[in-house]
Protein backbone atom coordinates (compact mmCIF):
# COMPACT_ATOMS: atom_id res chain seq x y z
CA UNK A 1 0.00 0.00 0.00
CA UNK A 2 2.89 2.30 1.19
CA UNK A 3 4.45 2.04 -3.04
CA UNK A 4 0.92 2.39 -4.21
CA UNK A 5 0.79 5.64 -2.15
CA UNK A 6 4.04 7.04 -3.01
CA UNK A 7 2.89 6.38 -7.18
CA UNK A 8 -0.38 8.40 -6.45
CA UNK A 9 1.65 11.10 -4.64
CA UNK A 10 4.54 11.32 -7.79
CA UNK A 11 1.28 11.31 -10.36
CA UNK A 12 0.09 14.58 -9.00
CA UNK A 13 2.51 16.30 -10.12
CA UNK A 14 1.92 16.09 -14.36
CA UNK A 15 -2.12 15.70 -13.61
CA UNK A 16 -1.82 19.48 -11.73
CA UNK A 17 1.22 20.51 -14.35
CA UNK A 18 -1.60 19.32 -17.14
CA UNK A 19 -4.38 20.48 -15.57
CA UNK A 20 -2.94 24.46 -15.14
CA UNK A 21 -1.57 24.59 -18.49
CA UNK A 22 -4.37 23.53 -20.47
CA UNK A 23 -6.44 26.83 -18.26
CA UNK A 24 -3.42 28.57 -18.89
CA UNK A 25 -3.96 28.09 -22.35
CA UNK A 26 -7.62 28.92 -22.27
CA UNK A 27 -6.83 32.10 -20.52
CA UNK A 28 -4.85 33.71 -23.09
CA UNK A 29 -7.95 33.29 -25.29
CA UNK A 30 -10.05 34.71 -23.19
CA UNK A 31 -11.11 38.98 -23.90
CA UNK A 32 -11.42 41.50 -21.08
CA UNK A 33 -7.87 40.44 -19.49
CA UNK A 34 -7.13 42.56 -16.79
CA UNK A 35 -4.57 45.02 -18.60
CA UNK A 36 -7.56 45.52 -21.09
CA UNK A 37 -9.40 46.33 -17.38
CA UNK A 38 -7.04 48.56 -17.04
CA UNK A 39 -6.81 50.70 -19.95
CA UNK A 40 -10.96 50.93 -19.76
CA UNK A 41 -10.42 52.52 -16.48
CA UNK A 42 -7.21 54.71 -17.35
CA UNK A 43 -9.27 55.68 -20.31
CA UNK A 44 -12.78 56.20 -18.38
CA UNK A 45 -10.61 58.24 -15.26
CA UNK A 46 -8.26 60.66 -17.29
CA UNK A 47 -5.21 61.30 -16.08
CA UNK A 48 -6.20 60.44 -12.43
CA UNK A 49 -6.50 56.84 -13.08
CA UNK A 50 -2.86 56.88 -13.27
CA UNK A 51 -2.35 57.01 -9.46
CA UNK A 52 -3.26 53.34 -9.36
CA UNK A 53 -0.56 52.09 -11.50
CA UNK A 54 1.92 52.36 -9.37
CA UNK A 55 5.39 51.88 -11.04
CA UNK A 56 4.06 53.47 -14.42
CA UNK A 57 6.74 55.58 -14.94
CA UNK A 58 6.84 59.99 -14.96
CA UNK A 59 5.49 59.57 -18.70
CA UNK A 60 2.19 58.31 -17.54
CA UNK A 61 2.64 60.56 -14.43
CA UNK A 62 2.99 63.60 -15.97
CA UNK A 63 0.21 62.95 -19.19
CA UNK A 64 -2.04 65.40 -19.70
CA UNK A 65 -5.45 64.67 -22.10
CA UNK A 66 -3.33 65.80 -25.20
CA UNK A 67 -0.93 63.01 -24.78
CA UNK A 68 -3.40 60.43 -23.69
CA UNK A 69 -4.98 60.88 -27.07
CA UNK A 70 -2.09 61.95 -29.20
CA UNK A 71 -0.52 58.17 -30.21
CA UNK A 72 -1.08 57.34 -33.41
CA UNK A 73 0.22 53.83 -32.93
CA UNK A 74 -2.63 53.27 -29.74
CA UNK A 75 -4.91 52.12 -33.25
CA UNK A 76 -3.49 49.19 -33.67
CA UNK A 77 -2.53 48.12 -29.98
CA UNK A 78 -3.92 44.24 -29.64
CA UNK A 79 -5.79 45.67 -26.54
CA UNK A 80 -9.36 46.43 -27.20
CA UNK A 81 -10.47 50.21 -26.16
CA UNK A 82 -6.98 51.38 -26.14
CA UNK A 83 -7.19 53.41 -29.62
CA UNK A 84 -5.39 56.73 -28.32
CA UNK A 85 -3.10 55.70 -25.92
CA UNK A 86 0.77 56.07 -26.22
CA UNK A 87 2.41 52.51 -26.35
CA UNK A 88 4.68 53.28 -23.58
CA UNK A 89 1.96 53.49 -21.49
CA UNK A 90 0.38 50.37 -22.83
CA UNK A 91 3.87 48.82 -22.12
CA UNK A 92 3.90 50.04 -18.90
CA UNK A 93 0.39 48.47 -17.30
CA UNK A 94 1.82 45.11 -19.19
CA UNK A 95 4.37 45.93 -16.86
CA UNK A 96 2.52 46.25 -14.00
CA UNK A 97 0.69 42.94 -14.24
CA UNK A 98 3.35 40.66 -15.71
CA UNK A 99 2.25 40.70 -19.08
CA UNK A 100 5.67 42.24 -20.64
CA UNK A 101 6.37 38.81 -21.18
CA UNK A 102 5.81 35.66 -23.44
CA UNK A 103 3.01 33.73 -22.43
CA UNK A 104 5.24 30.74 -21.78
CA UNK A 105 7.63 32.55 -19.72
CA UNK A 106 4.70 33.71 -17.42
CA UNK A 107 3.71 29.88 -17.07
CA UNK A 108 6.62 28.85 -16.30
CA UNK A 109 7.21 31.42 -13.64
CA UNK A 110 3.76 31.03 -11.99
CA UNK A 111 4.37 27.07 -12.19
CA UNK A 112 8.35 27.71 -10.07
CA UNK A 113 6.06 29.62 -7.92
CA UNK A 114 3.35 27.40 -6.80
CA UNK A 115 6.00 25.04 -6.04
CA UNK A 116 6.80 26.79 -3.43
CA UNK A 117 3.34 28.34 -2.50
CA UNK A 118 3.68 31.17 -3.28
CA UNK A 119 0.43 32.60 -5.19
CA UNK A 120 1.56 36.15 -5.68
CA UNK A 121 -0.52 38.92 -5.32
CA UNK A 122 -4.08 40.26 -6.55
CA UNK A 123 -4.17 42.49 -9.10
CA UNK A 124 -6.87 44.64 -7.76
CA UNK A 125 -6.92 44.05 -4.41
CA UNK A 126 -3.06 45.14 -3.55
CA UNK A 127 -3.37 41.79 -1.13
CA UNK A 128 -1.05 38.51 -1.18
CA UNK A 129 -3.16 35.80 -2.78
CA UNK A 130 -2.69 33.64 0.24
CA UNK A 131 -3.97 36.11 2.48
CA UNK A 132 -6.82 36.31 0.82
CA UNK A 133 -7.56 32.31 0.70
CA UNK A 134 -6.45 32.13 4.26
CA UNK A 135 -9.31 34.74 5.40
CA UNK A 136 -12.01 33.34 3.34
CA UNK A 137 -11.46 29.05 4.09
CA UNK A 138 -12.99 29.00 7.48
CA UNK A 139 -16.10 30.04 6.23
CA UNK A 140 -16.35 27.54 3.02
CA UNK A 141 -14.56 24.92 5.59
CA UNK A 142 -17.61 25.47 7.90
CA UNK A 143 -19.82 24.94 5.22
CA UNK A 144 -18.20 22.18 3.73
CA UNK A 145 -17.62 20.24 6.62
CA UNK A 146 -20.36 20.29 8.24
CA UNK A 147 -22.32 19.96 4.94
CA UNK A 148 -20.77 16.47 4.35
CA UNK A 149 -21.26 15.50 7.54
CA UNK A 150 -24.49 16.41 8.59
CA UNK A 151 -24.95 14.97 4.58
CA UNK A 152 -23.75 11.51 5.52
CA UNK A 153 -25.34 10.97 8.95
CA UNK A 154 -28.73 11.49 7.45
CA UNK A 155 -28.11 9.50 3.83
CA UNK A 156 -26.71 6.53 4.98
CA UNK A 157 -28.65 5.33 7.76
CA UNK A 158 -31.72 6.49 5.78
CA UNK A 159 -30.78 4.94 2.40
CA UNK A 160 -30.03 1.38 4.84
CA UNK A 161 -33.30 1.62 6.32
CA UNK A 162 -34.98 2.37 2.72
CA UNK A 163 -33.28 -0.42 1.28
CA UNK A 164 -34.49 -2.96 3.85
CA UNK A 165 -37.90 -1.83 3.99
CA UNK A 166 -38.11 -1.47 0.06
CA UNK A 167 -41.29 -0.45 -1.66
CA UNK A 168 -43.08 -0.04 1.84
CA UNK A 169 -45.14 2.91 2.84
CA UNK A 170 -41.78 4.55 4.42
CA UNK A 171 -39.97 4.11 1.78
CA UNK A 172 -42.62 5.77 -0.49
CA UNK A 173 -43.30 8.66 1.44
CA UNK A 174 -39.61 9.10 2.00
CA UNK A 175 -38.83 8.97 -1.86
CA UNK A 176 -41.15 11.50 -2.25
CA UNK A 177 -39.29 13.89 0.18
CA UNK A 178 -36.61 13.06 -1.36
CA UNK A 179 -37.80 14.38 -4.83
CA UNK A 180 -39.42 17.09 -3.83
CA UNK A 181 -36.08 17.78 -1.41
CA UNK A 182 -33.52 17.56 -4.76
CA UNK A 183 -36.21 19.14 -7.50
CA UNK A 184 -35.76 22.44 -5.57
CA UNK A 185 -32.20 24.42 -6.01
CA UNK A 186 -30.21 24.92 -2.90
CA UNK A 187 -30.42 28.75 -3.46
CA UNK A 188 -34.38 28.67 -4.26
CA UNK A 189 -34.54 26.88 -0.86
CA UNK A 190 -32.47 29.50 0.69
CA UNK A 191 -34.32 32.14 -0.16
CA UNK A 192 -37.61 30.13 1.11
CA UNK A 193 -35.68 29.65 4.93
CA UNK A 194 -34.78 33.66 4.91
CA UNK A 195 -38.73 34.47 4.09
CA UNK A 196 -39.34 32.33 6.68
CA UNK A 197 -36.94 31.88 9.92
CA UNK A 198 -34.74 34.95 9.08
CA UNK A 199 -37.09 37.84 9.20
CA UNK A 200 -38.42 37.64 6.17
CA UNK A 201 -42.34 37.81 6.77
CA UNK A 202 -42.97 34.87 9.32
CA UNK A 203 -40.17 34.48 12.18
CA UNK A 204 -37.03 36.38 13.11
CA UNK A 205 -35.35 33.40 14.64
CA UNK A 206 -31.76 33.12 12.35
CA UNK A 207 -29.52 35.65 11.74
CA UNK A 208 -29.15 37.02 8.05
CA UNK A 209 -25.64 37.39 7.09
CA UNK A 210 -22.45 36.46 8.70
CA UNK A 211 -20.49 33.65 9.75
CA UNK A 212 -20.75 35.31 13.78
CA UNK A 213 -22.19 38.40 14.86
CA UNK A 214 -20.05 41.78 15.19
CA UNK A 215 -19.42 41.41 18.85
CA UNK A 216 -18.72 37.87 18.91
CA UNK A 217 -14.19 38.56 20.48
CA UNK A 218 -16.09 40.01 23.62
CA UNK A 219 -18.42 36.56 24.00
CA UNK A 220 -17.16 33.98 26.38
CA UNK A 221 -16.55 30.78 24.95
CA UNK A 222 -20.03 28.30 24.86
CA UNK A 223 -21.65 31.66 23.80
CA UNK A 224 -19.32 32.19 21.04
CA UNK A 225 -20.11 28.45 19.92
CA UNK A 226 -23.59 28.84 20.51
CA UNK A 227 -23.32 32.28 18.03
CA UNK A 228 -21.63 30.18 15.56
CA UNK A 229 -24.20 27.79 15.08
CA UNK A 230 -27.41 30.01 15.49
CA UNK A 231 -25.35 31.66 11.82
CA UNK A 232 -24.60 29.11 10.26
CA UNK A 233 -27.75 26.82 10.44
CA UNK A 234 -29.68 28.16 7.56
CA UNK A 235 -26.76 28.20 5.22
CA UNK A 236 -25.75 24.77 5.97
CA UNK A 237 -29.48 23.68 5.87
CA UNK A 238 -29.95 24.91 2.57
CA UNK A 239 -26.48 23.03 1.58
CA UNK A 240 -27.98 19.83 2.81
CA UNK A 241 -31.15 19.47 1.12
CA UNK A 242 -29.94 19.64 -2.61
CA UNK A 243 -26.88 16.95 -1.28
CA UNK A 244 -28.42 14.52 0.80
CA UNK A 245 -31.10 13.57 -1.90
CA UNK A 246 -28.60 11.74 -4.21
CA UNK A 247 -26.70 10.16 -1.55
CA UNK A 248 -30.07 8.23 0.20
CA UNK A 249 -30.92 6.72 -3.00
CA UNK A 250 -27.19 6.03 -4.34
CA UNK A 251 -27.20 4.19 -0.67
CA UNK A 252 -30.58 2.42 -1.01
CA UNK A 253 -29.54 1.35 -4.26
CA UNK A 254 -25.93 -0.10 -3.11
CA UNK A 255 -27.64 -1.99 -0.56
CA UNK A 256 -30.08 -3.20 -2.64
CA UNK A 257 -27.86 -4.92 -5.34
CA UNK A 258 -25.93 -6.29 -2.18
CA UNK A 259 -29.04 -7.10 -0.79
CA UNK A 260 -30.08 -9.80 -3.61
CA UNK A 261 -26.62 -11.48 -3.93
CA UNK A 262 -26.31 -14.86 -3.26
CA UNK A 263 -23.77 -14.59 -0.41
CA UNK A 264 -26.39 -12.51 1.60
CA UNK A 265 -28.78 -15.61 0.69
CA UNK A 266 -26.56 -18.52 2.32
CA UNK A 267 -26.12 -16.02 5.28
CA UNK A 268 -29.90 -16.07 5.91
CA UNK A 269 -29.67 -19.93 5.71
CA UNK A 270 -26.90 -20.26 7.95
CA UNK A 271 -29.08 -18.53 10.69
CA UNK A 272 -27.27 -15.00 11.11
CA UNK A 273 -29.63 -12.06 12.61
CA UNK A 274 -30.21 -9.28 10.28
CA UNK A 275 -27.95 -6.85 11.63
CA UNK A 276 -25.21 -8.98 11.40
CA UNK A 277 -25.55 -9.63 7.85
CA UNK A 278 -26.55 -6.16 6.95
CA UNK A 279 -23.89 -4.30 9.32
CA UNK A 280 -20.83 -6.97 9.14
CA UNK A 281 -21.29 -8.18 5.22
CA UNK A 282 -23.34 -6.06 3.30
CA UNK A 283 -21.73 -2.66 4.71
CA UNK A 284 -18.18 -3.46 3.64
CA UNK A 285 -19.56 -3.88 0.36
CA UNK A 286 -22.31 -1.19 -0.20
CA UNK A 287 -20.63 1.65 1.21
CA UNK A 288 -17.23 1.38 -1.25
CA UNK A 289 -19.52 3.33 -4.09
CA UNK A 290 -20.47 5.53 -1.01
CA UNK A 291 -17.22 6.19 -0.73
CA UNK A 292 -16.26 6.87 -3.98
CA UNK A 293 -18.41 10.03 -4.47
CA UNK A 294 -16.69 11.89 -1.42
CA UNK A 295 -13.90 13.73 -2.62
CA UNK A 296 -16.44 14.82 -5.47
CA UNK A 297 -18.92 15.84 -2.80
CA UNK A 298 -16.49 17.63 -0.35
CA UNK A 299 -15.32 19.61 -3.48
CA UNK A 300 -18.13 20.97 -4.79
CA UNK A 301 -19.68 21.93 -1.83
CA UNK A 302 -16.61 24.09 -0.80
CA UNK A 303 -16.43 25.66 -3.76
CA UNK A 304 -19.16 25.53 -6.50
CA UNK A 305 -22.07 24.69 -4.61
CA UNK A 306 -21.17 27.23 -1.51
CA UNK A 307 -21.25 30.25 -4.17
CA UNK A 308 -24.27 31.15 -4.64
CA UNK A 309 -25.04 30.50 -0.73
CA UNK A 310 -22.16 32.56 0.37
CA UNK A 311 -23.34 35.44 -1.66
CA UNK A 312 -27.40 35.40 -0.81
CA UNK A 313 -26.46 35.11 3.35
CA UNK A 314 -23.23 37.31 2.54
CA UNK A 315 -20.80 35.13 3.86
CA UNK A 316 -17.27 35.98 2.55
CA UNK A 317 -15.66 32.72 1.24
CA UNK A 318 -13.83 31.03 -0.94
CA UNK A 319 -16.66 30.48 -4.04
CA UNK A 320 -17.56 33.82 -3.84
CA UNK A 321 -14.00 34.99 -3.55
CA UNK A 322 -12.94 32.51 -7.08
CA UNK A 323 -16.33 34.03 -8.93
CA UNK A 324 -15.48 37.60 -8.05
CA UNK A 325 -11.97 36.98 -9.43
CA UNK A 326 -13.30 35.07 -12.42
CA UNK A 327 -15.46 38.17 -13.01
CA UNK A 328 -12.38 41.34 -12.71
CA UNK A 329 -10.24 38.49 -14.54
CA UNK A 330 -8.03 38.45 -11.05
CA UNK A 331 -5.83 35.60 -12.50
CA UNK A 332 -3.36 34.92 -9.42
CA UNK A 333 -6.60 34.35 -7.55
CA UNK A 334 -8.31 32.20 -10.20
CA UNK A 335 -5.39 30.31 -10.76
CA UNK A 336 -4.67 29.58 -6.86
CA UNK A 337 -8.11 28.48 -6.37
CA UNK A 338 -7.70 26.21 -9.36
CA UNK A 339 -4.26 24.80 -7.77
CA UNK A 340 -5.83 24.34 -4.39
CA UNK A 341 -9.02 22.68 -4.84
CA UNK A 342 -7.03 20.55 -7.69
CA UNK A 343 -4.56 19.46 -4.92
CA UNK A 344 -7.34 18.97 -2.44
CA UNK A 345 -9.31 16.91 -4.78
CA UNK A 346 -6.96 14.52 -5.57
CA UNK A 347 -5.55 14.08 -1.55
CA UNK A 348 -9.52 13.52 -1.29
CA UNK A 349 -9.46 10.69 -3.84
CA UNK A 350 -6.16 9.30 -2.50
CA UNK A 351 -7.80 8.67 1.40
CA UNK A 352 -10.81 7.50 -0.63
CA UNK A 353 -8.65 4.88 -1.75
CA UNK A 354 -6.80 4.38 1.65
CA UNK A 355 -10.52 3.76 2.93
CA UNK A 356 -11.47 1.48 0.60
CA UNK A 357 -8.90 -1.11 1.84
CA UNK A 358 -9.63 0.06 5.61
CA UNK A 359 -13.44 -1.31 4.65
CA UNK A 360 -12.76 -3.97 2.80
CA UNK A 361 -9.36 -5.49 3.29
CA UNK A 362 -10.21 -7.67 -0.20
CA UNK A 363 -9.29 -4.49 -2.02
CA UNK A 364 -5.59 -4.48 -3.33
CA UNK A 365 -4.63 -1.91 -5.39
CA UNK A 366 -1.12 -3.50 -5.35
CA UNK A 367 -2.49 -6.68 -7.12
CA UNK A 368 -3.60 -4.28 -10.11
CA UNK A 369 -0.65 -3.80 -11.04
CA UNK A 370 0.09 -4.35 -14.48
Known sequence: ????????????????????????????????GPVEQAIAEFQGQGVDATARFSGTGSDVQGGDSASVGAGDSGGLSKYRGAQGLRPEIIAQIE???????????????????????????????????????IDKMPVSISLGLWTVLITYLISIPLGIRKAVQDDSRFDVWTSGVIVVGYAIPSFLFAILLIVMFAGGQYFDIFPLRGLTSEEWDTYPVWKQILDYFWHITLPVISLVIGSFAT?????????????????????????????????????????????????????????????????????????????????????????????????????????????YTIIDPRIDFEANRS
Do not use: C, W
Open 1 to 32: MLSYIIRRVFLMIPTLLGIMLINFAIIQFAPG
Open 95 to 133: KQFGFDKPAHERFFLMVSNYVRFDFGESYFSNKKVVDLI
Open 247 to 355: LTMLTKNSFLDQIKLQYVQTAKAKGLSESKILYGHVFRNAMLIVIAGFPALLVSVLFTGSMIIEVIFSLDGLGLLGFEAALNRDYPIMFATLFIFTLLGMVIQLVRDIM
